[in-house]
């Protein structure tokens, strides 16, 4: 495997045929964890003309990047020692403080693309300032096919200082398009999670879905664009919530009342049993849905359930 010699200097040779040929130098950055998704980073910075240095706890999986121009770092504290920009896709926060243990961090600007909670980030922050470094966090909202990809969609939530994004905003939207939430280094993770906890909320109404149509003459491949379909138009209901808990007036704009909807449950419930598929999925939500009728108004929409969650 290729360990090639680690740049300390503050410019490189692909930096400085950029001078020479008039082009902007693209900044150089090392990237620790080279898992799925590091791989996938590390790739599109690369394509981009990043010089990079990377690192990964099983030595073998950097070779691929090495072999497209990477540098590798023969520890961590290496790697974070070859530049100022330092971005981190380990597996969790504790694979963090253990890769990081060594690694002399001051004036370094670490941004960690792990995924972690809210809290995590904000501990995680002030570890970094403590050991001298200005942090970022971020959210990845993609699987790694879809990064080097603009057309995909991909994107990452940023969050803390805005100086620091501003100052590295190029760079780092250089494997997927970039969104900063807020100083707060916990609203990356916030965002990142409260998306992924409403995805998978669609993935449990899809999955009893499925399993109602189990014995009957109906197939998964016929059902499935009927049910992108229903799902991607129901989604805008998001924006009538978000406006009904922000006036606080839950009646606001309901064609479907919280009334009605109780009164179908049955229907439900008695499907799932005459089709021997379990309520398990669905019976939680009934349940809140059941409870705010007991103490709101039939006339509501569906958004006091909520209310209900928040402890
Ligand atoms: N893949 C996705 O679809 C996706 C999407 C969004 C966000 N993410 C987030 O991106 C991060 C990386 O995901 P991934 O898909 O790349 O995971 P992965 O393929 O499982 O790779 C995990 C990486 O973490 C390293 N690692 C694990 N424990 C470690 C430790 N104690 N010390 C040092 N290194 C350690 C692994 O090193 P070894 O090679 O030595 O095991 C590997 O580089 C995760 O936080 C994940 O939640 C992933």
Avoid at 36 to 62: D, F, K, Q
Avoid at 126 to 141: C, E, F, N, P, S
Avoid at 163 to 168: G, T, V, W
Avoid at 255 to 283: D, I, K, W
Wanted: charged letters at 20%; proline letters at 5%; hydrophobic letters at 50%.
């Amino acid at each position: 495997m290729t360990h090639n010699a680690v740049e300390h200097t503050t410019e490189n040779p692909a930096e400085a045929a950029d001078h020479t040929a008039g082009r902007t130098p693209k900044t150089p950055l090392t990237l620790l964890g080279l898992g799925a998704m590091g791989t996938a980073l590390g790739r599109a910075w690369l394509a981009a003309g990043h010089p990079l240095t990377v690192w990964n706890r099983t030595a073998a999986r950097a070779e691929a990047l090495a072999a497209e121009g990477a540098t590798v770092a023969a520890s961590a504290a290496e790697a974070v020692a070859a530049n100022g920009l330092v971005v981190v896709c380990l597996l969790d926060d504790d694979s963090v403080e253990q890769a990081l243990a060594d690694a002399d961090l001051t004036g370094r600007d670490l941004v960690n693309l792990v995924t972690g909670t809210p809290g995590q980030a904000r501990d995680r922050a002030a570890w970094a300032a403590a050991r001298g470094a200005r942090y970022l966090d971020g959210g990845i909202m993609a699987v790694p096919p879809m990064i080097g990809v603009p057309e995909a969609g991909a994107y990452v939530f940023y969050s803390g200082s805005a100086e620091l994004f501003e100052r590295h905003r190029t760079t780092l939207a250089a494997p997927a398009a970039v969104r900063w939430v807020g100083e707060d280094p916990g609203h990356a993770a916030l965002h990142d999670v409260a998306l992924l906890s409403a995805m998978y909320g669609m993935f449990a109404g899809a999955a009893h879905a499925f399993a109602l149509i189990g014995e009957e003459d109906v197939t998964p491949s016929s059902l499935a664009p009927l049910l992108a379909d229903w799902l991607a138009a129901m989604a805008p209901a998001v924006h009538q919530t978000a406006a009904q808990l922000e006036s606080g007036d839950y009646t606001l704009g309901v064609v479907s009342n919280l009334g009605m909807q109780v009164a179908g449950v049955p229907t439900f419930l008695r499907t799932a049993e005459e089709q021997q598929v379990s309520p398990e999925l669905l019976s939680p939500y009934f349940e809140l849905m059941r409870r705010r009728l007991e103490t709101g108004s039939a006339g509501e929409d569906l958004v006091g359930v909520v209310d209900l969650l928040r402890r």
